[in-house]
């Protein structure tokens, strides 16, 4: 097929990382026959640097022209300690959410067994742990109405956040998991706080009727605090588990530390137009320009991004070489062996994951 991809880069290990990203779907578009190609394009702190706004209209503009966005990761110190800041780079990502309509992010909690030691969780009680997250993510807290804090009319300083839903919301995202599940092993948990939350309710009645429509998936339901305990506790218990926004923000990264490694999880954003794929992590600033990051959840996102097009043996073919990297101890730092032979962010990635696809 003919791809167009949308690169974005943004700050601090991002762009090693992509790189990285790029050399292999390079590889794998020659060696299928597949017509590569992209543009760049500018987000985050860096845009904020470059032309003072972290989604800029240029960079939306490449975004909607492309079959599908490849993004690393955004976010500065600069702006982190900073609440007054009038314009941050996370606003880039968030705006990009909003921009391109998308509303189902999938983050899958993969584990692999020669990692399970990394994780804080005992062996017995992770190994084998295989489920995806699906988190709405153009709704609720994150963009519902909004008080900054202010000094209101009884003199008292607040603020406010409002978790809004509409019932075409939840349905859709609804049917994103119920589709994954067919894909998997047919379980739903549908995560709320319906104890409390009216629009927790509204997803619980909402989740009700849709369940009707899959007699072939099984659905169950839980409160928000009881799921973060059973992740832990025997995280082997979910399929497919489908949430709010900023239930998804938290328990995805519950998830993603239960396997050990945040640098292997990507993950995609798909919806109304191009979909993205990024790894899961952050921007991580102390890591830039040492060439240690682990480039994996970056690889692993392009992975996504073929089987996100059908193309199956094309994202079989890097998650192959990325299982034969870690199984040969080709492994940056923080991941690899005592003993073991010194990979950096290039050496794993364009140099012996592109290796090992030009040469399979
Ligand atoms: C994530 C991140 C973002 C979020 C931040 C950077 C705005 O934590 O993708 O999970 O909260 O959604
Ligand atoms: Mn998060």
Known sequence: ???????????GIGPEIMEQGLAVTEAI??????????????CGADAIDKVGDPFPEETFQTCMEADAVLFASVGDPKYDNNPNSKVRPEQGLLAMRKKLGLFANIRPVTTFDCLVHKSPLKDEVVKGADFICIRELTGGMYFGQKKEPA??????????????????????????AYQYARQRRNHVTVVDKANVLASSRLWRKVAQEVMKQYPDVTTDF??????????????????VMVTENTFGDILTDEGSCITGS?????????????????????????????NIANPLAQILSVAMLFEYFGLKAEGALVREAVD?????????????????????????????IVDYINKK
Request: aromatic share 10%.
């Open 1 to 11: 097929m003919k791809l167009k991809l949308a690169v974005l880069p943004g700050d």
């Open 29 to 42: 578009c020659k060696k299928f026959g597949h017509e590569l190609s992209y543009k760049y394009a500018i």
């Open 151 to 176: 000094t209101n009319e009884n003199g008292v300083e607040d603020a406010f956040d409002t978790n809004y839903y509409s019932r075409p919301e939840v349905e859709r995202i609804l049917h994103v």
């Open 222 to 239: 839980m409160y928000v605090d009881n799921a973060s305990m059973r992740m832990i506790q025997d995280p082997r218990f979910f399929d």
């Open 262 to 290: 945040m640098g292997l999880l990507p993950s995609a954003s798909t919806g109304e137009h191009t979909p993205v794929f990024e790894p899961i992590h952050g921007s991580w600033p102390q890591g830039k320009g040492l």
């Open 324 to 352: 034969e990297s870690l199984a040969q101890n080709v492994r940056t730092p923080e991941i690899q062996v005592e003993g073991g032979a010194k990979y950096g962010t290039k050496e794993v990635g364009g140099q012996w």
